[in-house]
């Protein structure tokens, strides 16, 4: 792995919050292992490696039931890693993999098959060599016809030149990590009242309210700074927000994450049992485990 890369926490806490029953970490990954794996040629970095065994061990620590799988960009449109963690899931996974313009007809229904169930497309400049429209929009119609819908990953302050083109997908869309707010900047200020105004005009987009470790210029271990943002979009589009761990935290530079705590973050962006089960049980499983 890469020699400034953090290994995931060896020992997290066991969270003082108790999810309630059947909820899930609809945000994850698996990464390797890379003798088993290989990690793909054009990756920006190379991590660890992080089994599904060792996802299914953290899911259980947390008192979590089910996982979401989404593909990290060190697999590139390399889905394998990922159909084997769901293949192994006994059901209790579903995935978000990433694929090409040119993927086949009968790939898309063998992902389906093994539990996949979106498409995940990164407009994080940094991560890409290209930003991906073309191939976004040669697959958005085909993976409707699946019931399937897109995951987006970008930055708060590249989202007004990019608001159009989203706006235009035709099926469910999910924002991963809100946007990438600035938490630096006003909860009500202009850039993070552009990504509600796409939220509230837009019906079929859902946010994922993740990785405050990421966000946080305040740090661990309370992330202060998120709370506000997470908690307005919890409580303005209840029923179309998501919660995932973001284990093994790729590409975490500052500090790694007790994973214990960010569960404990839940109640302060979710404050009352109806909003909790909503995030956690009721929009992941309806996303997710429609059939």
């Known amino acids: 792995m890469d020699p400034d890369w953090l290994p995931f926490h060896p020992a997290p806490s066991k969270p003082a919050f108790v999810p309630p029953q059947g909820a899930v970490d609809a945000h994850c990954h698996v990464f390797g292992p890379g003798d088993?794996?290989?990690?793909?040629?054009?990756?920006?970095?190379?991590?660890?490696?992080?089994?599904?065994?060792?996802?299914?061990?953290?899911?259980?620590?947390?008192?979590?039931?089910?996982?979401?799988?989404?593909?990290?960009?060190?697999?590139?449109?390399?889905?394998?890693?990922?159909?084997?963690?769901?293949?192994?899931?006994?059901?209790?996974?579903?995935?978000?993999?990433?694929?090409?313009?040119?993927?086949?007809?009968?790939?898309?229904?063998?992902?389906?098959?093994?539990?996949?169930?979106?498409?995940?497309?990164?407009?994080?400049?940094?991560?890409?060599?290209?930003?991906?429209?073309?191939?976004?929009?040669?697959?958005?119609?085909?993976?409707?016809?699946?019931?399937?819908?897109?995951?987006?990953?970008?930055?708060?302050?590249?989202?007004?030149?990019?608001?159009?083109?989203?706006?235009?997908?035709?099926?469910?869309?999910?924002?991963?990590?809100?946007?990438?707010?600035?938490?630096?900047?006003?909860?009500?200020?202009?850039?993070?009242?552009?990504f509600v105004k796409l939220m509230a005009e837009h019906p079929h987009f859902w946010s994922k309210v993740t990785c405050p470790e990421r966000l946080s210029v305040a740090g661990p271990p309370d992330y202060d700074d998120v709370v506000p943002f997470a908690r307005r979009i919890v409580e303005t589009f209840p029923d179309r927000v998501l919660w995932g761990s973001d284990w093994p935290h790729p590409n975490m530079k500052s500090h790694m994450p007790d994973d214990g705590k960010l569960v404990d973050f839940i109640p302060r962006i979710a404050s009352t049992p109806e909003l909790q089960r909503k995030l956690l049980v009721d929009n992941p499983m309806r996303l997710y485990w429609s059939d």
């Open 36 to 194: 088993e794996f290989p990690f793909a040629p054009e990756r920006k970095y190379t991590p660890c490696d992080a089994s599904k065994d060792a996802l299914w061990a953290l899911r259980d620590h947390l008192g979590f039931s089910r996982n979401v799988i989404v593909q990290a960009t060190c697999h590139g449109a390399d889905n394998r890693a990922l159909v084997d963690a769901l293949r192994h899931s006994n059901g209790l996974a579903r995935g978000v993999a990433t694929v090409k313009r040119d993927v086949t007809d009968a790939e898309l229904a063998a992902l389906h098959a093994a539990g996949v169930r979106g498409v995940r497309f990164n407009f994080v400049k940094r991560l890409v060599d290209a930003l991906p429209f073309d191939a976004l929009a040669g697959i958005a119609a085909r993976v409707e016809q699946l019931g399937w819908h897109i995951v987006i990953y970008f930055e708060a302050a590249e989202l007004p030149g990019l608001y159009d083109f989203f706006s235009s997908l035709p099926t469910t869309v999910v924002v991963d990590h809100m946007g990438r707010p600035d938490v630096s900047r006003p909860v009500d200020g202009p850039e993070f009242e552009l």
